[in-house]
């Protein structure tokens, strides 16, 4: 009587190799187009006030949308940036932050196992946050903060928020 009844099923997914893995993309235009790789070494030497984080989480927002679509002008890079991980190495004599410090900020191409930072774009992630809760917050409150010097607002000025149902919306009304 239901023999012509299919219902999806979950099968195991194929081993990765040991090691970094990092997501990245054939080409822009779909998000079919994302796919999982072995992470290779990076090609040269950290630079100054550069830190190495094994990454914990990774926040996107619409702009990674955007760019995974294609949809996004000129050429955004690898999407994400907004990041949390853990310090795992640095060049620097005297390092900002040491190996084993809990972070967050901004990474370059953050969806790997490993990424790169300047240590002027991260900073002690809060012992209250997650690390999902911290790399939610760099863009969105970053852009706030600059929107908010840039408007010359203080203490009694009153402003408008237009779009008040995304993150940065939300951040303002904070």
Not at 23 to 32: F, I
Request: hydrophobic share 45%; with cysteine; net charge negative.
């Amino acid at each position: 009587t239901n023999a012509g009844l299919r219902l999806p099923r979950l099968r195991a997914a194929p081993t990765l190799q040991a090691g970094g893995l990092r997501l990245s993309m054939h080409a822009r235009g779909a998000v079919s187009n994302l796919f999982v790789e072995a992470q290779p070494a990076f090609d040269a030497a950290q630079d100054e006030g550069e830190v190495e984080l094994t990454m914990r989480a990774v926040g996107l927002n619409f702009r990674d949308v955007l760019n995974v679509l294609g949809e996004y002008p000129g050429d955004p890079g690898m999407p994400g940036a907004d990041c949390a991980g853990v310090v795992c190495g640095s060049t620097d004599v005297q390092p900002v932050f040491a190996v084993g410090s809990p972070v967050f900020g901004f990474a370059d191409a953050p969806l790997a196992s490993v990424a790169r930072g300047s240590a002027n774009s991260l900073g002690p992630k809060p012992a209250a946050l997650s690390f999902e809760e911290a790399s939610t917050l760099p863009s969105t409150w970053s852009t706030v903060h600059v929107a908010s010097q840039q408007a010359s607002l203080f203490a009694g000025k009153r402003f408008m928020v237009q779009a008040a149902a995304g993150g940065v919306g939300q951040s303002a009304i904070e």
